[in-house]
């Protein structure tokens, strides 16, 4: 007999999520390259993708269970379990680490009282250590929830963020330029 | 050939114009004229062979590290059968170093997508796949609305400028993995399953995704291919180094002045680079060493500089490689034990684990330079490293082992003494 | 035809074959670890590591480029290939470990890398002895570990289904149980989680390996990630014994090993039969081996004044021709079992025809909608069609009621039909129910005489599968009456070679005491002074062989081997469809 999770699904996508679903898995020949997109709503929708959203993923795109498993756990950027409202990813590769990586993940430790890859009491902050992001020139610097950018972080720079932070406010798209262009 | 006299070069993949990403400005200044011309121009461009035949001509070497000439890959598909082919576009940019082509997806959408669209024109595909990591959830809401203009103008979709011409383009986005900038495990991803290296043979050329004819080249590379198309391939070939022409987005970055992305011709000397181009060493202090290309490169002490320029040719002279042409520059202060353990942190965390040197190897090499980082490491440690990246080169499916074996045999052959230093004395004879 | 040179010599070879393979079936080895010949490839082990290089061939003039010294020029391939994925193509030149120092150095170092994140596990694993993992480190590996730092430390003893259990440090990831449950039983049940070092094999969180070929991922594992819950160190497999014979649990007849030691049957493997069931078999055939064990009947039983009672073989047989002799040939049902092999139902057989009885009935045993089109059939029974081929009578439910109800006499072969409720204790109230069976069953408790009789583990007999194909086991378990080391088809082990009754690893009360049911027919009839001497399966199925049409040409040598014949089922009344 198949042991059963004794839990109501407590995972539904909406209507909107499930013609956005329609409409990704007309890109492709067949049904499994929407495993990522699908994941990606899932994770936008209910902020993670533990067990009972994979379940859910599978079942929507008629997928096996243990594949969209095998998928889930393969890349970095899905949250297995619920984090913080903001998850902050701050870069310690190559160049950030040469730029003050380190010290800017110390720096945020001490400030948000948690180690790295741990979620703040209150349920706030999650702080992460994480690779190359793509931003060498300006580093160091940190993601916010794995949308926003905010670069060539100082102590004061990440005093405010986590303060506008702990507002509600999230810092906007910080435009950086090429340093040789002028009309940017 | 030009003397590489970048002071006087005018940007052409990132021109210095105002809102250039958004499509009426991008007609504007000449924006899908190469488009036009390949899809109507008959007695220019004859058919998609003539197209393939210029860009092969023009050399453009792949901008994503590999340097292979992109229009000899090109060659490499099969010919059309009726069925679905597919162009991948390698926009993972995950090597550390390197930022350049998230610069592209900001100010210069249009010119990828008319260059991905003469490539799938000149090799018959039908739908082209734009892959973008993960962590660049801005530029893929960029890129999105970029594509989504250039269906409503109808550069994109069925019978492009009234030609018979289809094709349909997509983003797909990745979600945090190194490893699928490889091609085949970029692959795997599109298909919707862990990012696993595919065995070659069979190429993508001929066995792809889902089985079918299907090409990937870099964002960059792509991003040339209308110049190409517009000027000639014998206007490209002038810029720069004559075996690796065209122009390079450089991304420097570490302790410089002035870090950024700077669009520059091919084979400026190294040093131009990082003294004038970048406005030279940070705080006044001395270069150490140089990674030219993305971590993945060999890196070079400050004294193995001397008339090297940025090329693939010049660098390999002195047992290094251009890669990406992301540049990270180590001043004089710089522990190069910390710098090593960390890009064998970041392998050893990339790695797929599919094939067991690299898994079972990355990981070895990490913690060995773990305990020579604490203080507790022995000369025949450096020399055990040596050994094992011996024993994981060349043996694997992808690059990604050779990838991580080199960093640490370059760099602890060429700063062996700094290792050394490191290294607890040995209380036998032989160390 | 096109040639290949392997480690200096020539073979020539026609076909597309993968490298691996060929030198394989060439009786040379190449270690590997991932590659299985009924699954696709996936060369990540990269243990196959061989040096491949082509001859060069002009490509105008199809002449061989020659250098200085007049020798054919070679082309390496510039990295050392896994022979796993290679075809083999004319013109080839490869060198094994046995001809090149590189090769031995790739192959060493593979298995030194293996082996570093890998726990020192062997005394407490179940792999050992059989661990392909052990003995290429033994032959190919590094002396020792120069590994001196941390190793990663994974989840073990994890229950990933009801029968398998993980051990995820154990784990190679060569990922043949993923590819297993995804090409072979097609359930997708199991996937590999995490990425680098930190991976193992798992099931969707929450969810059971409960696959019904589950077990076949223990069997194909290199090492000893995946084992057997029930068979956990039960025995190290150097103490068994191993010998082929055939899954009697249902229809398809899958070749089984049947792993004894001291006579008890502990594990039961599938072993290769291109034409049956290729290297799998269903778990259900596995538990099977308690059958062999436990609630067996030893000595015959006999009801005096409603209890039964142990009796002795002078006793049943005189009994049994009492009661035979003692009633009209018209009260008489003999009936015949799908369970019982081909020898047991001809002997039985041939017995009723001397007593003027040309009848002898059985019944199917099946249960439809089990099988699944793979291994596992509806027909619960191993020798359904061999029943057919003898010639026996099929009967249904309702038939078979209404000839036991006219009947005073039955005499059943192996069955349990008051078990399998075909019919009850009070059909057969009155009359004299004669039961031949191996183990205790509701149906020998209403039994007035039980004869116990060998299993398919204790004689050497055919059976003939649900496509018609007639295959034998061997005897593994000895009884009473067999000696191990007199009947030459036996496997004979350290354990039996050097154990005798005084040692503390024999154990008398292992050996059954019954004999095959033709010896039984062979001492009834002889005691009624009847001509009929059935000595054991080899002489019955050449008799069978040259009296019946059906069995032209069958013999136990031509069975070995063949690997089994195809019989022709056309001449065979089928009452019911049987999968």
């Known amino acids: 007999m198949e042991k059963q999770i004794n839990k109501i699904m407590a995972y539904e996508f909406t209507k909107e999520d499930l013609k956005e679903i329609e409409k990704i898995k007309s890109h492709y020949p067949e049904v499994k390259p929407a495993t990522l997109p699908v994941l990606w709503i899932a994770q936008n929708r209910f902020g993670h993708v533990d067990p009972d959203v994979q379940r859910l993923v599978a079942e929507t795109l008629e997928l096996p269970e243990a594949h969209v498993h095998g998928v889930a756990s393969f890349y970095t950027q899905y949250y297995k379990e619920k984090k913080g409202k903001y998850v902050l990813d701050v870069c310690t590769c190559l160049s950030c680490q040469l730029c003050g990586g380190y010290d800017m993940l110390h720096y945020l430790e001490e400030k948000l009282g948690i180690k790295e890859g741990e979620t703040s009491d209150d349920g706030m902050f999650t702080l992460n250590q994480v690779e190359c992001l793509g931003a060498c020139g300006y580093a160091p610097m940190l993601q916010i929830t794995n949308d926003k950018y905010v670069n060539n972080l100082t102590s004061e720079k990440l005093d405010n963020l986590v303060d506008s932070l702990k507002k509600g406010e999230e810092p906007g798209y910080e435009k950086m330029e090429m340093p040789l262009r002028k009309n940017n | 050939m030009s003397t590489v006299d970048w002071k006087k070069y005018e940007p052409v993949l990132i021109p210095d114009i105002k809102d250039l990403h958004k499509i009426d400005v991008y007609e504007k200044n000449g924006g899908y004229q190469a488009l036009k011309s390949i899809l109507t121009d008959k007695k220019k461009w004859a058919d998609p062979k003539s197209v393939v035949n210029e860009v092969k001509d023009a050399n453009i070497r792949g901008r994503g590290g590999a340097g292979f000439n992109a229009g000899l890959k090109w060659s490499f598909m099969p010919p059309a059968d009726g069925g679905p082919r597919y162009l991948a576009c390698n926009g993972d940019e995950s090597e550390p170093g390197t930022f350049k082509d998230r610069k592209i997806f900001e100010f210069n959408p249009h010119l990828f997508i008319e260059g991905a669209l003469i490539a799938a024109y000149a090799m018959e595909i039908t739908t082209i796949y734009v892959y973008i990591r993960g962590e660049y959830l801005t530029y893929i809401k960029m890129m999105e609305k970029a594509i989504q203009d250039a269906y409503d103008k109808g550069y994109i979709g069925k019978n492009i400028v009234d030609s018979s011409f289809s094709v349909d383009f997509y983003v797909h986005s990745g979600a945090g993995a190194y490893i699928c900038g490889e091609e085949t495990s970029m692959l795997e991803s599109l298909e919707g399953k862990r990012g696993y290296p595919r065995v070659k043979p069979p190429f993508p050329a001929q066995k792809g995704l889902w089985g079918r004819p299907t090409t990937i080249n870099n964002i960059e590379t792509l991003s040339h291919v209308p110049a190409v198309i517009n000027r000639g391939s014998a206007w490209f070939k002038n810029i720069g180094s004559p075996t690796h022409p065209g122009p390079i987005l450089y991304g420097i970055s570490g302790h410089v002045n002035k870090p950024g992305v700077y669009e520059l011709p091919s084979g400026i000397p190294v040093l131009d680079l990082i003294n004038e181009v970048a406005g030279g060493i940070r705080n006044g202090k001395k270069l150490k060493a140089v990674i030219p290309g993305g971590s993945s490169t060999p890196i070079l002490r400050a004294d193995q500089l001397e008339g090297i320029t940025m090329d693939a040719d010049s660098l390999r002279t002195v047992g290094s490689m251009l890669g990406t042409a992301g540049m990270v520059v180590m001043d004089e202060d710089t522990d190069m034990i910390d710098v090593l353990w960390r890009i064998a942190h970041f392998y050893h965390h990339e790695s797929c684990g599919q094939c067991t040197p690299c898994r079972e190897g990355t990981g070895w090499l990490e913690k060995i330079l773990l305990k020579i980082k604490n203080g507790e490491g022995e000369v025949r440690d450096l020399d055990l490293l040596l050994d094992v990246t011996t024993q994981m080169e060349g043996r694997t499916i992808c690059a990604l082992a050779d990838a991580a074996a080199w960093p640490v045999r370059f760099t602890i052959n060429r700063f062996r003494d700094e290792f050394e230093a490191r290294c607890k004395k040995s209380v036998h004879a032989i160390a | ?579």
């Open chain 3, 1 to 579: 035809m096109p040639q290949v040179i392997i480690d200096d010599q020539t073979y020539e070879f026609e076909g597309q074959h993968k490298l691996l393979q060929f030198i394989q079936d060439l009786g040379k080895e190449v270690p590997f670890f991932c590659y299985h010949p009924s699954m696709t490839a996936p060369a990540n082990c990269r243990q196959c590591m061989v040096k491949v290089g082509q001859f060069v061939k002009d490509r105008e003039s199809g002449e061989y480029e020659l250098d200085d010294d007049g020798e054919k020029v070679i082309r390496w391939f510039p990295k050392l290939q896994t022979s796993c994925n290679i075809d083999v193509s004319d013109d080839m030149i490869v060198h094994t470990q046995e001809t090149d120092e590189l090769v031995r150095r790739a192959q060493k170092d593979n298995l030194e890398l293996i082996l570093i994140n890998h726990p020192l596990d062997c005394p407490i694993c179940d792999q050992a002895g059989e661990c392909p993992l052990q003995i290429q480190t033994y032959k190919y590996g590094p002396e020792g570990s120069r590994f001196e730092v941390k190793k990663v430390h994974k989840p073990k003893r994890v229950v990933l289904g009801p029968r398998v259990i993980l051990d995820a440090e154990r784990c190679i990831n060569c990922t043949r149980c993923t590819r297993f449950t995804e090409e072979i039983s097609k359930t997708h049940q199991l996937t590999i989680t995490s990425r680098g070092d930190k991976n193992y094999p798992t099931t969707a969180p929450g969810r059971e390996f409960n696959d019904p070929y589950s077990l076949n991922t223990v069997d194909i594992c290199p090492v000893g990630a995946l084992t057997s819950a029930d068979f956990r160190f039960r025995a190290r497999v150097w103490e068994m014994n191993q010998t082929p014979s055939i899954d009697i649990t249902n229809g398809k007849g899958c070749n089984v090993d049947l792993w004894t030691r001291d006579n008890l049957v502990l594990r039961i493997t599938p072993r290769y039969n291109g034409n049956v069931n290729d290297h799998w078999m269903p778990d259900e055939g596995r538990e099977a081996y308690k059958i062999f064990n436990e609630n067996r009947i030893s000595r015959p039983l006999q009801k005096l004044d409603g209890e039964q009672i142990l009796s002795s073989w002078n006793n049943a047989i005189a009994t049994f021709n009492e009661q035979v002799e003692s009633r009209d040939k018209k009260e008489i049902l003999f009936i015949g079992s799908p369970h019982a092999s081909v020898e047991e139902n001809y002997s039985l057989q041939q017995f009723a025809n001397l007593m003027g009885i040309n009848d002898v009935v059985f019944t199917t045993h099946t249960e439809s909608g089990k099988g699944d089109g793979f291994l596992l059939t509806d027909d619960l029974a191993p020798n359904t069609n061999g029943c057919r081929l003898l010639d026996l009578k099929e009967l249904d439910q309702k038939e078979l009621k209404n000839r036991i109800k006219k009947a005073t006499l039955i005499v059943l072969a192996n069955d349990q039909f008051i078990d399998r409720e075909l019919f009850s204790d009070s059909d057969v109230d009155g009359k004299y129910l004669i039961s031949f069976a191996t183990n205790l069953s509701e149906t020998t408790k209403s039994s007035d005489l039980v004869i116990p009789i060998t299993t398919a583990a204790e004689h050497a007999a055919s059976y003939v599968n649900v496509d018609g194909r007639i295959q034998r086991t061997i005897p593994a378990k000895e009884t009473k009456y067999s000696n191990r080391s007199l009947n030459l088809e036996m496997s004979v082990g350290r354990l039996d070679r050097y154990g005798t009754n005084f040692d503390n690893w024999v154990s008398e009360d292992n050996k059954i005491d019954c004999i095959p049911l033709w010896n039984f027919i062979t001492e009834v009839a002889n005691a009624s002074g009847l001509e009929l001497n059935f000595e054991d399966g080899r002489s019955i199925i050449s008799e069978i062989s040259a009296k019946r049409k059906a069995f032209e040409n069958v013999s136990y040598d031509r069975m070995d081997a063949e690997a089994g014949i195809q019989l022709s089922l056309n001449n065979t009344t089928e009452k019911s469809k049987v999968k």
